[in-house]
């Protein structure tokens, strides 16, 4: 048991260490928390006690207490509250690791204190934190895979969230688009009567004009009513001077810009005084979105995209998501998610084939950006490192809007259908990272080339040899059903090397109704028989449904997504049920549930259990006179 122990230990101190939380083990550095544990002997008798490890964080105290079986990680009385008896605190994790902490929240000035028990090894493990306050009282907090969330940059993140329960500054942000896209789609349909498709290319030409404010070439003051020199002609001058300034080019495709941003100028409800606003409903929307959402865009650096935000909810109000098109815009925690996958760098090439909006190359844009050690090196990322296509033509305004918004990058996204380009050609733009969210559901038997494999493999085939690439799919692709799909299996493994497939939330796509899966490749390297992928199961990522809001950030969210890249990065082990590495075929099921077996263990508690029933179940056997069930003799005919 004593090597069993220090193993623990050892690897709680990995952890901690992994995290950046500094600590100090039998005791603490911090004279007024030393002597306060000075008197904290477990036994009572007042003598010095010690826990595993103590860490202080910015203001808060970390008291971390571990035991080797998982079966000692808490001890509850009958009326399951914390069992405070010298034996409980002796022998289980979470009770010692609370009676420490009580001590220092009671003896010391440091009065924010998480008690955190651990039990387990690196593969099976338990770990519960505890916020004590000073006096009796402690709040029981949600079990975590790592200590991630106790490090200097989210300690009061966790603190504000899972303590105070309050919103944190990104959330009020959430709050904030949602509010103001309720907000904005009324008083475009209101006063604009707009179609669908319509609405959000007034929002993004507006904010293009906007934008043309600092040059001095546009004003809000300018857009007066007038009849002839109308205020659809002076927002449309600005933004095509704006996409000069931005230097999109060619004609052509400058021109493919303009057309979708003529609803502006042609409208005469968007140009005519409205009773009721005092102003055309142009001006009173460039207000709107001056005040509400251009200068914030412009204020905050973020992977956030905001236009996409405002379409999708655009759609939703109205109804018109774009699902029979197949376009399922992807959520910013899942564009970060694949920067984060891929380990993109300042130094990357990207290329995201089905761009819609642009959320892809926005995260990876504001990604590579904040990791470049120069501006000469931002200016590159921004103009000549991200690449796009988008076929629907509306959809490509708005995302060459929100690069331009971001200091450019527009020049590089295309409105082409993807599939119909040459792969060598593509390949000299020298993308070494592939992101993308292809079409769902639109091929057939009778046009194959629609599957989304098919996309996946025309993809990898426009990257860079050793390219990282990553697709966010149906989990039905995974599965090769139909005789076509299987081919694109068996020709993407001939040419390209699958590293893994992570199963996500049900709800990622929420009212869509899609089960989707991240499949990892590394392009133009074919894949070796034997080859170990990661397949692995991340339903539960920490994001769920809230009513009238859709899926948010949950509390545990950073903590399990921190948690599935260590496990990516070989940094942790994990249990079968987590992830299993094996070999893949072709005609395998590229999915966790195709290759999970269960690994762990049966604890004591699990053996102990596992009697009581066949014991409970072989007394009822016996008293239905069918004992010859464990006998092995024959059933009494006169029972």
């Not at 420490?100 to 440091?110: E, P, R």
């Not at 650096?301 to 909810?313: A, P, T």
Request: proline share 3%.
């Amino acid at each position: 048991m004593a090597k069993k122990e220090v193993k623990t230990d050892l690897w709680v101190a990995s952890q901690l260490d992994e995290c950046g939380i500094q600590f100090t083990p039998q005791g603490s550095d911090v004279k007024e928390i030393h002597e306060a544990l000075s008197t904290a002997s477990k036994s009572g008798t007042g003598n010095a006690g010690y826990p595993e490890y103590t860490a202080v964080v910015k203001d808060f105290v970390l008291v971390v207490e571990d035991k080797a079986d998982t079966d000692k990680q808490v001890k509850l009385t009958d009326k399951g509250i914390l069992d405070m008896s010298v034996q409980a605190v002796r022998d289980y994790a979470v009770n010692g690791a609370y009676y420490y902490a009580k001590h220092i929240a009671q003896k010391s000035q440091f009065k924010k204190v998480f008690a955190i028990g651990v039990s387990g090894d690196a593969k099976h493990h338990k770990i519960t934190p505890i916020y004590v306050d000073d006096r009796e009282g402690y709040m029981e907090l949600e079990p975590i895979e790592s200590f991630t969330m106790f490090n200097q940059e989210r300690i009061q993140e966790y603190y504000t969230r899972l303590v105070l329960k309050e919103d944190t500054p990104e959330e009020k942000t959430t709050a904030k688009i949602l509010q103001d896209a309720a907000e904005l789609h009324e008083y475009l349909r209101t006063y604009g009567s707009l179609k669908d498709q319509d609405k959000p290319l007034v929002v993004s030409g507006i904010l293009l004009a906007l934008d043309e404010i600092k040059s001095g070439s546009f004003s809000i003051d300018s857009l007066t009513g007038d009849d002839i020199d109308t205020d659809g002609d002076k927002i449309y001058e600005a933004i095509k001077k704006r996409l000069k300034r931005s230097n999109v080019g060619p004609d052509a495709k400058r021109d493919k810009l303009m057309s979708e941003f003529a609803i502006i100028r042609t409208s005469a409800r968007l140009n005519t005084v409205d009773d009721t606003l005092g102003k055309t409903p142009l001006k009173y929307y460039a207000e709107f979105l001056k005040e509400r959402v251009f200068d914030y865009i412009k204020a905050r650096s973020s992977s956030e995209d905001f236009i996409g935000r405002f379409y999708g909810e655009f759609m939703s109000y109205s109804g018109g998501d774009g699902q029979t098109l197949g376009i399922v815009l992807t959520p910013a925690h899942i564009c970060e998610l694949f920067c984060d996958l891929l380990d993109v760098q300042p130094s990357d090439i990207v290329l995201d084939p089905c761009c819609g909006t642009a959320g892809f190359l926005v995260a990876a844009m504001h990604h590579m950006v904040s990791a470049a050690d120069s501006e000469s090196t931002k200016k590159n990322i921004r103009k000549k490192q991200l690449h796009g296509y988008e076929l629907q033509s509306n959809m490509f305004a708005i995302a060459c809007t929100n690069m331009i918004l971001r200091d450019d990058g527009n020049s590089n996204i295309w409105c082409q259908d993807f599939l119909k380009q040459n792969t060598a050609q593509v390949q000299l733009k020298g993308a070494t990272v592939g992101m993308m969210n292809p079409p769902y559901s639109q091929g057939t038997k009778k046009d194959p080339s629609q599957y989304e494999l098919s996309f996946v493999e025309h993809l990898l085939d426009s990257l860079t040899p050793g390219a990282r690439a990553a697709v966010i799919v149906p989990q039905s692709s995974m599965t090769g059903k139909t005789k076509d799909e299987q081919k694109f299996k068996e020709s993407i493994m001939k040419n390209h090397t699958l590293e893994g497939v992570i199963t996500c939330n049900t709800d990622t796509f929420y009212g869509v109704g899609t089960n989707p899966v991240i499949a990892v490749f590394t392009a133009h390297e074919p894949h070796p028989a034997d080859k170990i992928c990661k397949f692995i199961d991340f339903r539960d990522d920490g994001y769920e449904v809230r009513a009238h809001v859709g899926l948010v950030e949950g509390d545990s969210a950073k903590d399990k997504k921190q948690h599935l890249l260590d496990v990516w990065f070989g940094r942790i082990e994990a249990p079968s049920k987590f992830c299993v590495e094996s070999t893949a075929q072709a005609d395998d099921e590229w999915l966790h549930s195709f290759y999970y077996f269960n690994d762990e263990i049966p604890t004591e508690a699990d053996f102990e259990k596992a009697i009581g029933d066949y014991l409970s179940f072989e007394f009822s056997m016996v008293m239905q006179n069918r004992e010859y069930l464990f006998t092995g003799g024959e059933p009494d005919d006169e029972a």
